[in-house]
């Protein structure tokens, strides 16, 4: 069974620019929750999609966007970059609301 | 207040002995879970073991156990026989309710270990 897989890996973009991560959860997975991970804040959760519906979100600006495809794909949108954005952004897929969670790799998101 | 308080920074143990990772957690909802996570510097987080607020016994996983004390909202990982390998960032993390049937995982702010030869 394949893993959670998200990409890029690394990015690195501009202040101002705007930027799209993937991922790709389990299959037969339906939730797929998104995570930021900075050394002065730790991980903090950012949204959850189930059925392509957001049905749960953190406490982030409204430049943190996302979406979730039919095949439960899901893509995280962060509009107008921030140094302070820069970070590890990991993706978890779940089977149901109390399955447990599988993370990806991440993807290593640098603001220059 | 922190949902789930992770006190040791770092800790350091000699190969093959074990070792204790501390999580407490402050929740109000009878039902939530408990994970832990592993870390390594490459950045994927892997699970190791999970613990139900409604399990009556503790949850092992090969050389993981969860020493679960309801009552005291504690939910250590102990790990037996440290190989190098364990060398790694464990976060402890909860799921409860967020609103509605909506469930959150929260995280504590992880604990270094280290492995020494």
């Known amino acids: 069974k394949a893993g959670v897989t998200q990409t890029p890996r690394y990015l690195i973009k501009t202040r101002g620019q705007q930027v799209t991560l993937s991922c790709s959860p389990i299959?037969?997975?339906?939730?797929v929750s998104w995570y930021q991970q900075t050394p002065g804040q730790g991980l903090q959760f950012l949204f959850e999609y189930f059925s392509e519906t957001q049905r749960n979100k953190g406490n982030f600006p409204g430049r943190f966007s996302g979406r979730q495809f039919s095949n439960s794909r899901s893509e995280m949108n962060v509009s107008t970059l921030e140094l302070g954005d820069s970070a590890l952004y990991l993706c978890a897929s779940s089977e149901d609301r109390v399955g447990g969670y599988t993370f990806g790799s991440g993807t290593r998101l640098t603001v220059v | 207040a922190q949902k789930i308080t992770q006190t040791q920074p770092g800790m350091f143990v000699q190969e093959k002995e074990a070792v204790t990772l501390d999580c407490t957690y402050d929740t109000s909802d009878p039902s939530y879970g408990l994970f832990w996570y592993k870390q390594p510097s490459s950045g994927e987080m892997i699970f190791l073991i999970y613990?139900?607020?409604?399990?009556?016994q503790n949850a092992t996983e090969g050389r993981y156990s969860l020493n679960f004390q309801k009552a005291r909202k504690s939910a250590n990982l102990v790990i037996s026989a440290s190989q190098l390998g364990d060398s790694a960032m464990y976060f402890c993390a909860m799921r409860e309710h967020s609103g509605g049937s909506n469930y959150k995982l929260t995280f504590g702010k992880g604990t270094l270990l280290t492995v020494n030869p």
């Open positions: 299959s037969g997975h339906r939730s």
């Open positions: 613990q139900g607020s409604y399990d009556q």
